[in-house]
Structures are given as structure tokens and as C-alpha cells.
């Protein structure tokens, strides 16, 4: 590198910051290839470890200081608390909230101009919220999209545990149409992702605490 250039490094340049930035485009379209191939993605890492490990240790902390509220089942006025529906307790991400949810919602809005210049989805804006399922918590078989409100586009769960195993549950599981189940296990940097008006999916009960990000991209009303 010459003198030049060595001046007018900065971080945002640096070497390691554009092999970042290469690693993460990659990872961004190779997801919105699988899901036009399959409707639905997997990608592992990708969230890089330490805004993962952040991300983890915000969601905990809210929890333990009561933050989380029961999650509700449909919309506005018609939303109930429905244990027996779903049994995690959420907490809405904000801008400004956090440096990790700040680069956290960076990346999503990567993903958002991503999706819509390959697919032409008009997405608009993203939503999501922190979900702390406790040991034993489930969300039943469902579709993203409410009946009386279409912009819900594209589903994305990130999730947060370390070291998750098969033998602790807790899977998503997917129910493509005519096609086996899929399960996706919730280790910390891994996404999943799909259509939320198609894929019909569930979180199965875990034996351990499960922490996640689960986010929607949404068009503008009709
Ligand atoms: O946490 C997951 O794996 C999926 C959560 C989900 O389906 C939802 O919040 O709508
Ligand atoms: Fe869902």
C-alpha cells in the first residue's frame, strides 16, 4: 500500500472491513437464491459472531429485568394473549435502542434494498421484535400474514443461542406445500427465511430458554 492511501485509511476501509462487507453480500444473495429456488432459506453466520453474541446478552438482559412482554396471537383491537397458541414473550427493536440493534438493523436494511432489487418486492419497511421463549414454550403451526392486513412480504429469524443441539428442540419447522417438513435448529448467527404469506411453520418446545430476532419485511398497504 503507498503513502497515499495509507493516509486516508479509515476503518470503514480497512482490509478487514471489505472482506466484511464481501462475506456478508455473499451470504445475502446466496439466501435470496434458496429462497426462489425452495421458497424458504437457511444461512449459517450470518450474523458475524460478536453482533450475535451482543444481540444475545441484550435479549437476556432484557428478560431478566422484566422487559419481555406475552406475545399476542392477530392484530389491534382482535389481539389475545394465547398461552396455548404461542408462549414467547417479545420486545420490539427501536433505532437508536443500541449499538448491536443499530448494526443489526443496518444489515436488514441490506437485505431489504438486496431483496428488492433481485425480486422487485416493493418492500418498504422492516419490523421486529426480540422473542425469549422459555423451557417448554412453543408458537403452533401458522402463517406470518394477518387476514385483515397483506404488507407482511418476507419473514427473517435470526437466532441467538450458542451451542444449540437436536437433543434441546426448538426447532422451526417449516411445512412447504407437497413437500417433507423442514427443521431448522436455532443456533446463534443462523437465519431463516420465507415467504410469510406461503409457508406455513412452527416453533417446537425446547428444553432449554430460546432467544431470537423474528422480523418482517413489509410492502406499503393497498
Ligand atoms: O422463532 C422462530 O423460529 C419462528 C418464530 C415465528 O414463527 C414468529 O414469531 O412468527
Ligand atoms: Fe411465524
Known sequence: MNKASDDTASDDTSPNAIADLATGTTLISRSIDSLVEQGWAQQDDF??????????????????????????????????????????????????????????????????????????????????????????????????RFRDDDRRTVSVVIYLNADWQAADGGALRLHPQDKPTEDILPLAGRMAMFMSADLLHEVLPATRDRMSIAGWFRRRAN
Open 47 to 144: 450474523l458475524p459472531a460478536p453482533l450475535s453474541a451482543a444481540l444475545a446478552a441484550e435479549c437476556l438482559a432484557l428478560t431478566e429485568r422484566g422487559q419481555l412482554k406475552f406475545a399476542g396471537v392477530g392484530r389491534g383491537a382482535a389481539q389475545q394473549l394465547r398461552p396455548d397458541i404461542r408462549g414467547d414473550r417479545i420486545q420490539w427493536l427501536k433505532h437508536g435502542q443500541s449499538p448491536a440493534c443499530d448494526e443489526y438493523l443496518a444489515l436488514m436494511d441490506s437485505l431489504r434494498t438486496a431483496l428488492n432489487q433481485s425480486l422487485y418486492l416493493g418492500l418498504e419497511e422492516y419490523e421486529s421484535h426480540f422473542a425469549y421463549y422459555p423451557t417448554g414454550a412453543f408458537y403452533q403451526k401458522h402463517l406470518d
